[in-house]
């Protein structure tokens, strides 16, 4: 199981909402566009086809779980098995929790045989975690070559040779 958060990872982490048009990048003058890596992602799991995909991102918080999996392309919605956080949740204590620690207790509820996180932020992941998490660029994201680099060889580590 793969847990991903968007911003950071499938395009840049200066992602804002409006009601007029709803989510952009902060700074789109720079090239980027939304869910830009998001074929690098299908890449890179395709030699992995029974490896699911739950949502780590605030998108699920603010368009819910089906909302959020309808902004990504086809492919990776097929592979989404849900979400770190749902609506029967405590949304304050959750939001008070850093993405290390809201991914670690969904790893508890759900105990997969494998799992690895791919997010841009350090805070909340203790060492013990390390094999299991790939730390993205805030801008390049997953396309970023080391990062690149670190997912390849995790993917392998948790799931096996491709």
């Known amino acids: ?32 566009r939304l869910f830009e890596h998001a074929a690098l992602l299908d890449t890179l799991l395709e030699p992995y086809p029974g490896v699911g995909i739950v949502l780590s991102t605030t998108w699920v918080r603010q368009y819910r779980y089906g909302g959020a999996v309808k902004r990504l392309p086809d492919r990776r ?22 993405r290390g620690q809201q991914v670690l207790e969904d790893v508890a509820r759900r105990q997969p045989r494998a799992w690895l996180a791919v997010d841009d932020a350090r805070e909340g992941w203790p060492p013990f975690a390390d094999a299991n998490v790939v730390l993205s660029d805030p801008t390049d994201g997953i396309a970023h070559p080391l990062v690149l680099d670190s997912l390849t060889r995790k993917l392998e580590q948790q799931f096996g040779r491709a």
């Open 1 to 32: 199981m793969v847990y991903l958060d968007f911003d950071g990872m499938l395009h840049p982490e200066g992602v804002y909402w409006s009601r007029r048009r709803g989510p952009h990048l902060g700074s789109p003058d720079r090239g980027h």
């Open 77 to 98: 919605r097929a592979r989404c098995i849900g979400a770190t956080f749902h609506s029967q949740m405590n949304r304050h204590a959750f939001e008070n929790l850093p």
